[in-house]
């Protein structure tokens, strides 16, 4: 899309969209958010108030303002003391999306479509547009995102911020590949119009930049087409690492690849899974638009009831869900892509004490080894992992400065908070993690520490050059104690 064509319409928000019916689950500026889980629809979302991430650790007390026009930002920002952070969804699991007894600046509000091109399927929106609400928009014109993590609730802001990544890594890169142009509003009320070619160190700084570089109010992002709402699905079961990384070798056609892993089991069940693979199905189909989530986890499971023989049960049982060694079948994408989002507030079955989520990814060379350890660190903890995945990560480059993957194995697991093992057991699979050459991810961490952000990130002082200087979070505060 020519520059001269897009900047009138987000001034106004005139263009050849604007008679278009927005979808079902696209609010309008004065709507709330559908399926935002830390408020209520009739809870103001403006004021003092405590703000916990997904992971529920930390809470903290924030000052949140929402966002209801791109020029609201720098008018707020520039007047607020204690630094300023933009947030989204929330659904970062740690600290990235929290600024203790800072300001918040809710974006939920700037989720305006802005244009979208079904000959090249360039759609640009709002930053605060989740990408839900892109797909259900734009599936019914037979268009699917290029890369979607594990979750449609994530906003498009976040998705570039954290420079997202999902099940086709290997073909497909992060979700910041994919990002052609955005703008960036600084705090001083500059403007910047950020690609491959235009302000290229504000466009690499901000993908996977944690939203410090400065607000994302629109960005533009090339869609890929689809025929059918469903994917050919494939599950295999394998036992143990060997058998999950011969599965990788062998599925190399086949565009989305992801594991399920028990790691509570021992013996001779130890690191067993379903290895998950899919492509979108090229058999036409019907493309109507998602239904909503109906089911709500009800309540917070006790701790007490969160233990390994609990872990070890629920694991069984999602291993043997599958009855057959090798299954056949075509699933819904929502199914496939976003299995957890049928439930709201599942981050409740962890308790009211959270979860922390841990993710890493180790290099090829020293996967098989790398992961196997790892897993046998937490077995030997005694702490188990309800969640556990594994992914691939393929050598596509993202132009992100700050992007988490690297070629090699993903592991990521989620714990109940037990403050009396959980912390330490972090801490030691830090450390694994820096003496096999891997690092973790910024957007589910809660307890990385400086030393070892620095030495996954050595990059990070060139991000500190292009933050904007009213932008901080608790994240940053606690990793570069010294900036």
């Known amino acids: 899309m020519e520059e001269a064509r897009l900047r009138p319409c987000l001034l106004l928000f005139t263009n050849r969209l604007s008679s278009i019916d927005y979808p079902r689950h696209m609010p ?45 930002y720098p008018a707020v920002a520039s007047g607020m003391h204690n630094g300023v952070l933009p947030v989204g969804m929330g659904r970062s699991y740690g600290d990235v999306c929290l600024l203790r007894d800072g300001n918040l600046l809710d974006t939920t509000g700037l989720n305006r ?49 954290n420079d997202v990544h999902g099940r086709n890594h290997r073909t497909a ?90 790691c509570a089991s021992t013996g001779r069940n130890f690191a067993r899974g379903v290895f998950m693979q899919g492509d979108h199905s090229t058999k036409r189909d019907d493309l109507r638009p998602s239904s909503d989530a109906k089911l709500a986890f009800p309540f917070n499971v006790p701790g007490f009831a969160l233990n390994r023989l609990t872990s070890r049960l629920a694991n069984a049982a999602l291993f043997h ?38 993710q890493c990814v180790i290099p090829e060379d020293n996967a098989r080894d790398g992961i196997t350890a790892i897993l046998k660190e937490i077995a030997k903890s005694g702490m188990a992992s309800f969640l556990a995945a594994l992914g691939v990560f393929g050598d596509v480059q993202s132009p992100g400065l700050m992007s988490f993957p690297l070629p090699g194995i993903t592991l990521a697991l989620d714990f109940p908070i037990k403050p009396e093992k959980s912390f330490a057991l972090f801490g030691r699979l830090g450390e694994m993690t820096r003496e096999l050459g891997g690092r973790l991810y910024p957007a589910k961490d809660a307890t990385m520490t400086a030393a070892q952000f620095q030495s996954f990130y050595p990059q990070w002082q060139q991000l500190a050059r292009y933050r904007d200087p009213q932008l901080t979070s608790s994240f940053w505060e606690r990793v570069t104690p010294n900036s």
Not at 42 to 50: L, N, R, Y
Not at 133 to 156: E, K, N, S, Y
């Open 113 to 161: 479509l802005i244009d979208f091109d079904p000959e090249t399927g360039l759609l640009t929106a709002e930053a605060g547009t989740t990408l839900a609400q892109i797909l259900d928009f734009t599936v019914p014109r037979g268009f699917f995102l290029p890369v979607t993590p594990g979750t449609g609730q994530v906003t498009l802001g976040g998705a570039i911020a």
């Open 173 to 262: 890169g992060t979700f910041g590949c994919h990002v052609t142009q955005f703008e960036l509003l600084r705090s001083d009320g500059e403007q910047k119009l950020c690609s491959h070619t235009e302000n290229p160190d504000f466009y690499a700084a901000t993908i996977g930049g944690l939203g410090l570089t400065g607000l994302i109010s629109w960005a533009q992002l090339r869609l890929r087409p689809i025929v059918s709402r469903r994917i050919d699905y494939e599950g295999i079961q394998f036992h143990g690492i060997g058998e999950f990384l011969d599965l990788v070798q062998q599925s190399r056609d086949t565009e989305y690849t992801a594991s399920w892993i028990d």
């Open 28 to 72: 309008t500026d004065s709507g709330t958010t559908p399926g935002l889980d830390f408020r209520t629809p009739d809870e103001p979302f403006t004021g003092k108030a405590p703000f916990e991430s997904w992971g529920r650790y930390p809470n903290y007390n924030a000052n949140v303002v929402r966002l209801h026009w791109q020029s609201d």
């Open 321 to 358: 869900k599958q009855m057959h060694e090798r299954v056949v079948s075509e699933q819904d994408y929502r199914a496939f892509f976003y299995p957890l989002d049928k439930v709201l507030r599942w981050n409740r079955m962890y308790g009211k004490r959270g979860l922390l989520q841990f």
